[in-house]
């Protein structure tokens, strides 16, 4: 028996109601009308609203009066000069407060050129920054690297000496730059930067080159002189006091500059700029005059 079956019904929509749009608080409303109510009162809204974006673009952006850094230095007429004297050929004293070193006259010089003259306190390396920041001393010389995590507590200068690696060669041998260790062994320093570099050439540069690890730079000269090795790369102040200990300066020579960065830096204190520009300046014409460069020669020189 069939029965009857309803016909489907459609779901009635739902009612549609409208939003009403919120409105702002009245006491807002009545200030806004009043403030935009006659054209005076609009110039005044539209200049205090450019003074407020101006004012702190100015601030900003107006040079800053010059620090009395320098001026302090040449009115005491000493540079105190921070160094760790433990460090030849770079610093080293004789303990009755002579010093002597390539930053001993490197300070001396930029003290000159200031017009006073270089006095140095002699503190542990890892102090050196603290005595920066309580004013104990006015700069650092101290075969310092460039570190970049410093740069919101110190000031550095220029760099004023590049200690990167160098690659040192058999003077009899046909080695002339670093394309020439394909298919070479080259003795590193274990852990040092030279083995570093070596490895970036091994990967990226030069094809087929065998990096071999000594414990110091010493015994990897050494292999380079007896010819184990084609050629070293190491630290240029380890292969000099190397050269003029050994009396090896007719077996070895050095190929070109340094094969990374490895700068020596002067530290200031965060706000002394002046100071710093003035070192700065006279750090560029001390290496236009070869200043810098006979410094190196004679501290550490290096056969070519």
């Known amino acids: ?15 549609h109601y409208r939003r009403r749009r919120r409105r702002a608080p009245a006491a807002p409303r009545r200030l806004a009308r009043w403030l935009w109510a006659t054209p005076r009162r609009r110039w005044a809204l539209v200049a205090a609203a450019v003074l407020a974006v101006a004012i702190p673009l100015l601030v900003f952006l107006w040079p800053a009066p010059p620090d009395p850094s320098l ?6 007429g000493v540079l105190r000069v ?20 390539y930053d001993i006259d490197l300070a001396e010089a930029i003290a000159r050129a200031l017009g006073v003259r270089a006095e140095f306190v002699n503190i542990s390396f ?18 310092l690297l460039y570190a970049p995590e410093m740069t919101r507590d110190v000031l550095y200068s220029a760099s004023y000496l590049n200690v990167g690696p160098v690659l040192v060669v058999r003077r009899d ?10 298919g070479k062994t080259v003795a590193v320093e274990l852990g040092s930067e030279g083995q570093v570099v070596a490895q970036r050439l091994a990967e990226k540069e030069v094809a087929g ?11 990897a000269l050494a292999a380079l002189r007896h010819g184990e090795v084609a050629a070293v ?3 240029p102040i ?9 009396a090896a300066g007719d077996d070895l020579r050095v190929v070109g500059g340094p094969l990374s960065d490895e700068s020596y830096v002067i530290a200031a204190h965060r706000y002394d700029r002046t100071l710093l520009k003035a070192i700065d300046r006279v750090l560029q014409e001390l290496r236009a005059q070869g200043f810098l460069e006979q410094l190196a020669d004679h501290w550490f020189p290096l056969p070519r």
Request: a negative charge; aromatic letters at 6%.
């Open 209 to 219: 080159l065998v990096g071999q690890t000594y414990p110091t730079v010493p015994e």
């Open 1 to 15: 028996m069939m029965t009857d079956t309803p016909p489907p019904t459609r779901k009635k929509p739902l009612p």
């Open 126 to 143: 890892d102090s050196l920054y603290d005595a920066l920041a309580s004013r104990r001393i006015d700069v650092i010389i101290s075969g």
């Open 233 to 235: 790369i190491a630290d």
């Open 238 to 246: 380890a292969v000099s006091e190397f050269v003029r200990g050994e």
């Open 71 to 76: 001026r302090r230095v040449q009115e005491a």
């Open 173 to 182: 041998g046909a080695i002339a730059k670093t394309a020439d260790l394909a």
């Open 82 to 101: 921070g160094l760790d004297a433990s460090f030849p050929p770079l610093e080293t004293t004789d303990g009755r407060g002579n010093f002597g070193g």
